[in-house]
């Protein structure tokens, strides 16, 4: 059973505009969620991330939001640029202040920004 | 600062035989971890190390091992392969600071072929 998912598997936005990823979740128990990009041949790369006592998080053009009681988190890249085009994935960990390396990844979400 | 290194880049395999996949990670990381990628099943957690020991498994079979040595370098070995173990092999690396858990820098991965 999936405790990550990402149910859209593709997403298609125009330069500048806004691309917005989501993402649920089943376990209460996680308590930290990172969202993850990956180019073509490349490792996945961490992008950002945000604990459960927090519902925002942003950093430049890239903003994560949770919404605990949805059990939803979603990315917000704004404006989105033709770089931006990658796999995302979202990932939850419930081991607190442990390690916290083992990560459940979603399918991930294929972003295409169109100049 | 050099990333996470991962050896070999691409191999193939016929069933049955074994394979020992190598990763470097980023100097002063003590944590390794290893993700299993499929197109199907996406980013799998298959273990973690920090100092040696073995601290957190994923659900994968006995036949998926690894080691971690004193040098924080990691080998993951699969036995007896099979057609389903065929897939891009990640190596994270982390330097776990606390806060949460840690950001993962991950390697570009090992593209095992098991024919």
């Known amino acids: 059973d999936q405790q990550v998912k990402q149910n859209s598997p593709s997403l298609s936005v125009q330069e500048g505009r806004i691309s917005i990823l989501n993402c649920d979740y089943t376990?209460?128990?996680?308590?930290?969620f990172l969202w993850y990009k990956k180019y073509p041949a490349e490792g996945p790369t961490f992008l950002i991330s945000?604990?459960?006592?927090?519902d925002k998080n942003e950093d430049g053009r890239f903003t994560v939001f949770l919404n605990k009681s949805a059990k939803h988190l979603s990315l917000h890249i704004v404006p989105s640029q033709p770089g931006d085009s990658a796999v995302y994935f979202c990932?939850?960990?419930?081991?607190?202040?442990?390690?916290?390396?083992?990560?459940?990844f979603g399918k991930g979400t294929t972003l295409s920004v169109s100049s | 600062k050099a990333g996470v290194t991962q050896t070999p880049r691409y191999l193939i395999k016929t069933r049955g035989q074994q394979v020992t996949l190598s990763c470097s990670p980023i100097s002063g990381h003590r944590s390794v971890s290893w993700y299993q990628q499929t197109p199907g099943q996406g980013l799998q957690f298959l273990f973690e190390y920090f100092s040696e020991t073995q601290r957190n498994k994923g659900n994968f079979p006995g036949r998926f091992s690894g080691r971690q040595f004193s040098n924080s370098r990691s080998e993951m070995n699969v036995s007896t392969l099979e057609l389903g173990d065929s897939a891009l092999y990640l190596c994270?690396?982390?330097?776990?600071?606390?806060?949460?858990?840690?950001?993962?820098?991950f390697g570009e991965g090992s593209r095992l072929t098991v024919l």
């Open positions: 945000i604990s459960s006592i927090k």
């Open positions: 376990n209460s128990m996680f308590d930290y």
């Open positions: 990932a939850a960990s419930s081991d607190g202040n442990q390690a916290g390396t083992a990560l459940i």
């Open positions: 994270a690396s982390s330097s776990l600071r606390g806060g949460g858990p840690g950001e993962l820098f």
